[in-house]
C-alpha cells in the first residue's frame, strides 16, 4: 500500500467525530474527581471550625449570663458539651485587669477592672483523603475571650 492510498484512506476519518466526547471524559474523570475530594474534605473542615466557633460563642454567652465567681468548672463542662472535644483539649480561664494592666490581685481602690473569660478549645481535623494534598491532622484552635464585670 502506497502512501496516497493511507492518507486517502485515513482522510475518511477525520471528519467522523463520534466518540470524541467520551475521549475527553476520560481524561477529565479523574482530575474532577480528586477535586471533588479535596472540596468535600476542606468542606468538612471548615464545618469542624464552624463548629469549634459556635461552641465557644455558646460558652462566652452562659459567662455573661452567670458570671464566675471563682469556679470556672460548670463553663467548661459546657464547652465539653457543645464542642464535643475531651477535657485536655478545652480550657478555661479568669483574668483580671486593673486600669488596663493584667493582675493577679484585686484593683486598688479607684482603679477601673474588667473581668473576662477566655474559653480556648484545641481542635484537630484529620483529613480523608490523605494521598494527595493535605496530609496530615489540621490544627482547629478557637480563643474567644468575653468580657463580664
Request: proline fraction near 3%; hydrophobic fraction near 45%; aromatic fraction near 6%.
Amino acid at each position: 500500500m502506497s502512501a496516497r492510498n493511507i492518507i486517502r484512506s485515513l482522510s475518511g476519518a477525520l471528519p467522523d467525530r463520534r466518540g470524541v466526547a467520551a475521549i475527553e471524559l476520560a481524561f477529565t474523570l479523574p482530575v474532577l474527581t480528586f477535586l471533588s475530594l479535596g472540596a468535600f474534605d476542606v468542606a468538612r473542615m471548615l464545618s469542624a471550625q464552624i463548629d469549634y466557633q459556635q461552641a465557644a460563642a455558646e460558652v462566652a454567652s452562659l459567662a455573661l449570663a452567670r458570671p464566675p465567681q471563682s469556679d470556672t468548672a460548670y463553663l467548661k463542662q459546657a464547652a465539653m458539651s457543645a464542642s464535643g472535644l475531651t477535657e485536655d483539649k478545652v480550657t478555661v480561664a479568669t483574668s483580671l485587669t486593673c486600669n488596663g494592666t493584667a493582675s493577679n490581685s484585686s484593683c486598688a481602690s479607684g482603679q477601673e477592672q474588667a473581668r473576662y473569660v477566655i474559653v480556648t478549645l484545641n481542635g484537630q481535623y484529620a483529613p480523608l483523603w490523605t494521598h494527595f494534598g493535605v496530609s496530615q491532622t489540621i490544627n482547629l484552635d478557637v480563643v474567644r475571650k468575653v468580657r463580664y464585670q
